[in-house]
């Protein structure tokens, strides 16, 4: 029996894609990346992402693990050169439920292929807000923004996923499950292992549920658009909003006016201020 054959027969049909169902999962979403892959491999529970796991180990083949594939920088598709054996995608994507939402002690356990966007919903619907934040967060994954440390929008408040992860379950590279799915805030029983995995990409270990912090919803946030003539001026205006408000200050994005205008070219829009700054 072949490898793909194996993989097949103990995952089911819907475990495993080749050829042009596999595609999408080869080619990174801006289509600047791109290579082949035996197979995409898509298991539904931490034993079966084990057991592929250990099959991969003891064939000799390569593993890219991937989330929602929306990274910019091609981590999550075989790139050609990559490594010199075959490889499979390890895809996330049915392993996308959140276990549960407990407000009373402000966490979320999640799988790694749950979306950035079902985390909030689930956070809303308890009066939790789940903070980070990215134009993403319909695809983009809990696994790979963990695996990528991922900031997004809100990082002045909030801070990256780092910030966000109490405990992860992971399968290392030898198949073995290492379970540190603690939620405890203040945790002083030795090493803290879960760092290991945040921000490797994978490199040592595949996440496959992790428990996140929730915080305090805000409703009545605000938001203001400024002009300003350059990167000085940018700077003075963070310091003066961070004077005022401090720990208050959710976002502060800068968007260049070549952008806005074609953003409002592209859908149609009004500009929102009238007068013409270089951001």
Known sequence: ???????????????ILTGSDAAPYLTGQRGLFSGEALAVVRPA???????????C????????????NTGMSGGAVPTA???????????????NRIVSVDPDRWTVTAEAGATIGALQQAADAANRQFAPDWGARGT????????????????????TMRDQVLGVEAVLADGQVWDGLRALRKDSSGYDLKHLFIGAEGTLGVVTRA??????????????LAAIS???????????????????????????????ARVCEKLGLSR?????AEF
């Open 1 to 15: 029996m072949t490898f793909v054959a194996e993989l097949r027969s103990d995952l089911g049909p819907a475990g």
């Open 45 to 55: 529970s931490v034993d079966e992402t084990a057991r592929v796991v250990q099959a």
């Open 57 to 68: 180990a003891a064939y000799g083949v390569a593993i890219v693990p991937q989330g929602g």
């Open 81 to 95: 050169g990559d490594t010199p054996m075959p490889a499979i995608v390890l895809s996330m994507s049915r392993m």
């Open 140 to 159: 983009a994954t809990v696994g790979g923004a963990i695996a990528t440390n991922a900031g997004g929008n809100n990082v002045l408040r909030y801070g």
């Open 211 to 224: 428990v996140l912090r929730l915080h305090p919803a805000t409703p009545n946030a605000q938001s203001a």
């Open 230 to 260: 350059g990167l000085g001026s940018l700077m003075r205006l963070l310091e003066l909003a961070l004077a005022r408000c401090g720990g208050d200050v959710t976002a502060f994005e800068l968007v260049p006016d070549v952008g806005l």
């Open 272 to 276: 929102p201020l009238q007068t013409r």
